[in-house]
T-cell receptor, first 116, second 116 residues
């Protein structure tokens, strides 16, 4: 596709349930990022992939959060045992390379997760 | 914690006026980037300024960087109602050799409202 695609755009789930959020990056982009944004705040880094491997997962808040990118393209962010505090917009982004002095990051429209 | 702090938190102006937003950061940087976000959804990359640059222009945007004060400003000239959005500064992690890695740290943003 022309841009970064995220599904679902909105998800309401009950506390304790499992959620998967999908990201389809721009074709050919080797770097993929996940950010989380709470209302009124700036995005916060969660994890980024270079190819299939997680190059930096230091932003994942705890072990309930996990992300995969098995074929170096589509990525899935998985949240187990969701809590109300997980409610946020989850933003995915991609770039041609990871050197951000020469590569622009392109963001998707986000997946709005509400845990009730 | 956020690397960047924007001020003001909110700015309301009339169409045709100029809008200035400021960003301060804490650590050394390789470059600083400005993003725009409409309605809490996807972010759009506006402009990147490198640490050895003092000023950069792109259309109606003018960005300055003062590394001695660890601050940057974004000026939007001749504002339009369509400029209404949130604006964020962001700095990437960087390492040896001047390479900027994919982990961006965002400020909390400035909400700009331009009245027709």
């Amino acid at each position: 596709g022309a841009g970064v695609s995220q599904t679902p755009s909105n998800k309401v789930t009950e506390k304790g349930k499992y959620v998967e959020l999908r990201c389809d990056p721009i074709s050919g982009h080797t770097a993929l990022y996940w950010y989380r944004q709470s209302l009124g705040q700036g995005p916060e880094f969660l994890i980024y992939f270079q190819g299939t491997g997680a190059a930096d997962d230091s932003g994942l808040p705890n072990d309930r959060f996990f992300a995969v990118r098995p074929e170096g393209s589509v990525s899935t962010l998985k949240i187990q045992r969701t809590e109300r505090g997980d409610s946020a917009v989850y933003l995915c982004a991609s770039s041609l390379g990871t050197d951000l002095s020469g590569n622009t990051i392109y963001f998707g429209e986000g997946s709005w997760l509400t845990v009730v | 914690s956020q690397q960047g702090e924007e001020d003001p938190q909110a700015l309301s102006i009339q169409e045709g006026e100029n809008a200035t937003m400021n960003c301060s950061y804490k650590t050394s940087i390789n470059n600083l980037q400005w993003y725009r976000q409409n309605s809490g959804r996807g972010l759009v990359h506006l402009i990147l300024i490198r640490s050895n640059e003092r000023e950069k222009h792109s259309g109606r945007l003018r960005v300055t960087l003062d590394t001695s004060k660890k601050s940057s400003s974004l000026l939007i000239t001749a504002s339009r109602a369509a400029d209404t959005a949130s604006y964020f500064c962001a700095t990437p992690l960087w390492g040896a050799g001047g390479t900027s890695y994919g982990k961006l740290t965002f400020g909390q943003g400035t909400i700009l409202t331009v009245h027709p």
